[in-house]
């Protein structure tokens, strides 16, 4: 045997060195690694077939489904952990199985979207995704909270979302800002969340995502595409503020609520938009086809919190809406907190040291 070929450790071939495969310490032939071993669907890592955990689908090690999935007790597919659905014994569904047996469950699968109720009067609506984590993904929590979201109307569902360890997404229906405010129970909604000991803030996974009616931002498109240019405009020029008031870290903005880039004009960042042609997961989400997305918001149970938010995307779209793209253009951080007198705002503004200079102690998240 020379120097440019080797013997695989498993079927004992003598091969040329360029046709060496590893698989742990084990140098194999082409011959082997294509009958006898598999790619791990999450870590890349490839191992023998024989050891693999599999289903139709998806191919894992063992050491990636003992510690991210689970199987459906019904059709035997590999789950994620934070898509399966549970029932009161603690059995497994996958989301398709889960339909089936309980057709009037409290958890839907990730791309449930029911037929919208709007709450309040206007033409500005919000639409809040809230992501809790920790707390399981189980009929139990699911029902409980919406116990209380829907005690009077149907404000919230409650769907599986795969970036959770063992969380549940909560979607409300599209509710003007004052609504949100003063009719829609948020504080019992998060008191519920976090006695059934779910977090958001203190997670690496859960956002808070807010849709944007874009009827919003005027009735026709040409209205509609210079208004969320100069919302794109907004984010990108005062990126590092809403970076602070996120409380995102640069990591989780990066993976989960890119920026498009900041450029001389509202337009030109529009373009750079739509020639990204970039995913979902952007800090300013354009794809769908009724509402804006701002995903650049991480998850809280905190009240003032979740408040102030849903009063910063309000105010965004009042600069968006009712300023040209030169007074957009000249405008200062200072100059826009002009324009602020909320309460919930404010407070939460200092607390993040972004209120003209005025910061106060912040209460912890959850």
Request: overall charge negative; charged content about 25%.
């Amino acid at each position: 045997m020379n120097a440019k070929t080797f013997v695989c450790n498993h079927c004992g071939a003598v091969s040329p060195i360029d046709d060496r495969y590893m698989v742990g310490e084990e140098a194999i032939c082409m011959d082997c690694m294509l009958n006898d071993t598999v790619i791990c669907d999450r870590c890349g890592t490839r191992i023998w077939g024989e050891n693999a955990v599999e289903d139709d689908y998806t191919t894992l090690c063992r050491d990636c489904f003992e510690r991210h999935y689970t199987r459906c007790c019904e059709c035997d597919n590999i789950v994620v952990n934070g898509s399966a659905c549970y029932d009161d014994y603690g059995n497994a569904y996958c989301g398709v199985c889960w339909d089936e047996i309980e057709p009037e469950q409290p958890i839907h699968e990730y791309n449930y979207k029911p037929e919208p109720k709007f709450y309040g009067k206007g033409d500005r609506y919000f639409g809040v995704e809230l992501e809790i984590d920790g707390g399981g993904c189980d009929t139990y929590a699911a029902k409980h909270i919406l116990g209380v979201a829907n005690d009077h109307s149907e404000h919230l569902y409650i769907k599986t979302d795969g970036s959770l360890d063992s969380g549940l997404e909560l979607v409300t229906h599209p509710m003007t800002l004052d609504y949100h405010l003063n009719k829609m129970p948020w504080a019992g909604i998060l008191d519920e969340a976090r006695s059934l000991n779910f977090l958001s803030h203190k997670t690496s996974t859960c956002g808070l995502h807010v849709h944007i009616s874009r009827e919003t931002f005027g009735y026709t498109q040409l209205e509609q595409e210079c208004a969320i240019a100069r919302l794109l405009y907004f984010v990108e020029k005062f990126w590092a503020e809403l970076l602070r008031f996120s409380r995102r870290t640069e990591s989780q903005i990066n993976r989960w609520a890119a920026r498009y880039g900041m450029k001389l004009s509202p337009q030109e960042v529009m373009d750079s938009a739509k020639d990204s042609r970039k995913s979902r997961y952007m800090a300013v989400n354009l794809t769908n086809y009724h509402t804006v997305e701002i995903r650049i918001f991480r998850g809280t149970l905190k009240l003032n919190t979740l408040l102030a938010t849903l009063q910063m995307v309000n105010a965004i779209c009042d600069v968006a809406v009712f300023l040209s793209d030169d007074e957009l253009q000249r405008l200062s951080w200072h100059q826009f907190l002009d324009r602020i007198h909320e309460p919930e705002l404010v407070r939460y503004l200092k607390e993040r040291d972004l209120y003209k200079n005025e910061p106060v102690a912040a209460e912890e998240d959850d």
